[in-house]
């Protein structure tokens, strides 16, 4: 039986509780603590290789790929490295959850054009200080992320004894 005093949700609320839902760091969220980051969700256009943060630039925000591609980038010199390529249904700037934190990687689009979701640090600080259960689900999201991630990072390092190219780690980072 619905309870007649729970909240619903528009159409376009119902399809954002849904996109949020194909991330790892929203999965564990019920709806009503998804819909507590709608107005926080910001849709930005990007073109193809246009950076969208640079490797020690501050973490002020998450993003959530919509559309396209965008490249994680690890610089050496001049010289960049592809950790990852991560598309649609992922999201990258995941450090941003934490205080303090800077970019480990630069990202760069590297498809025509890319939608992503911003949501600004400020925000989800807003939102973990209002509903810690909301900000436990996802720091413990994240600590799964970084824990899967590991662990292809060390099966890889361990096929390659010792020598190996850091994009055939797969990671949503």
Do not use: W
């Not at 729970?6 to 790892?24: H, K, M, N, P, V």
């Not at 010199?77 to 450090?95: K, M, P, Y």
Request: hydrophobic share 40%; charged share 25%; net charge neutral.
């Amino acid at each position: 039986m619905r309870n007649p005093f729970q909240r619903s949700f528009t159409d376009e609320e119902l399809g954002l509780i849904d996109f949020l839902s194909t991330f790892q760091l929203f999965e564990q969220l019920t709806a009503k603590e998804k819909s507590a980051f709608f107005s926080y969700l910001y849709l930005r256009k990007y073109k193809e290789d246009e950076v969208v943060f640079f490797r020690k630039d501050p973490s002020h925000a998450l993003y959530l790929v919509k559309s396209g591609r965008v490249a994680l980038l690890i610089d050496e010199g001049q010289d960049f490295e592809t950790l990852s390529v991560v598309s649609a249904g992922q999201s990258f700037g995941n450090n941003t959850l934490l205080v303090k934190t800077q970019r480990p990687y630069s990202s760069v689009v590297r498809s025509t054009e890319a939608e992503l979701y911003v949501i600004p640090h400020v925000n989800i600080q807003d939102v973990f200080a209002s509903n810690p259960r909301i900000k436990a689900k996802m720091l413990a999201s994240l600590g799964e992320i970084h824990d899967a991630y590991l662990q292809d990072l060390f099966h890889v390092y361990r096929s390659a004894k010792g020598f190996f190219n850091l994009n055939q780690v797969s990671a949503n980072i």
